[in-house]
């Protein structure tokens, strides 16, 4: 099974649109290599333009080259998207709902090594705040390239979260994308597993796992965080007794949270929530740390079971 980074295939999606679409511009924060935006230069260095350590700056620029009529791609590792630039983002781009789509990779504590500071926790929660914003995350480089090309046909600003370490294929070439709409991987029942980016595959191994011992369990991923897909929400809730949310994110504000609010105003069902729970990271090895804060296939197992 390959295994690709979503921030690989941002960079190939990049290639292809600076292609198709000569309104495509990207811009990038002195980390082109690193995010893969640098792909795009490679097509058209006159539409490419590395801003220097000033996310903020960025932001603004990619909010005027928007207002010009551009499709402005802005990228940087998402603890500096979303919170050197957050006043930028909301002001500039959220407010007067410019075209400006938000590609931060390196999100999540499997960026490893690079610890608590580096390791963005909070941009699920940041960026579905913005009113106007759309939030999406990937699980794999299929569903990353399309929710990348997508996002250039979606009106108004995007945020996309895109990983540093590669992940499994969940999906294949033939993958298509539909705005605000979930997907049922595995169909189970009692339990429903609602996993979003990298924990998708983790939740996929989990019902593997938990099918052994003859525990069946739902997966359903869900790349679209806003707006999210409350018709499969309620249907899950209506059809489950638990649901437990899958996210490299802190518990507040992100999937977790955003699944409760639909439930509690459609079809109220106790939902359990995997992720940070509310604690910074530490340096270590993304597995190692996956591991410790209970971001793994063995943590959603012992979950489940615990459910039961």
């Known amino acids: ?40 230069k490679k097509v058209d260095p ?11 700056n960025m932001m603004s620029v990619a909010a005027g080259l928007a207002a010009s009529g551009k499709i402005a791609y802005a990228s940087t590792f998402a603890m500096f998207a979303t919170g050197r630039g957050f006043e930028q983002i909301r002001n500039s781009i959220g407010y007067p709902q410019l075209n400006v789509k938000i590609c931060a990779s390196h999100a999540g504590i499997s960026v490893g090594e690079d610890g608590a500071s580096h390791q963005c ?5 940041l960026m ?6 759309k939030v999406f995350v990937p699980c794999d480089q299929y569903q990353a390239k399309a929710i990348v090309k997508a996002v250039a046909d ?38 429903a597993l609602v996993a979003t980016g990298m924990m998708v595959q983790e939740a996929l191994k989990a019902a593997d796992i938990l099918a052994k011992e003859d525990i069946s369990v739902t997966v359903v991923d869900m790349p679209c965080i806003k707006p999210i ?22 518990v507040y504000g992100g999937l977790g949270s955003a699944v409760s609010e639909v439930t509690s105003k459609k079809s109220p069902v106790r939902v359990e929530m995997i992720g940070m729970q509310d604690t910074f990271g530490e340096s270590g090895t993304p597995n190692e740390l996956l591991a410790k804060y209970g971001l793994n296939v063995d943590h959603i197992v012992e979950k489940v079971k615990e459910c039961l």
Do not use: Q, W
């Open 128 to 133: 579905r705040s913005i009113p106007n914003m």
């Open 46 to 56: 006159s539409r490419h333009f590395d801003m220097g350590i000033a996310e903020g």
């Open 1 to 40: 099974m390959a295994k690709v980074a979503t921030r690989v295939a941002y960079g190939d999606a990049l290639k292809e649109l600076m292609v198709e679409n000569k309104n495509v511009v990207v811009l990038d924060a002195d980390l082109a290599g690193s995010t893969k935006s640098g792909e795009a």
């Open 154 to 191: 979606i009106a108004g600003p995007c945020y996309v979260r895109l990983g540093r370490g590669a992940v499994e294929d969940v999906y294949d070439e033939n993958y298509k994308f539909e705005l605000g709409k979930g997907k049922v991987l595995r169909e189970g029942h009692k339990i």
């Open 229 to 250: 897909d409350e018709e499969l929400i309620e249907e899950i809730a209506k059809s489950h007794e638990i649901i437990i949310t899958c996210e490299e994110h802190n």
């Open 121 to 125: 926790i909070e941009d699920i929660a």
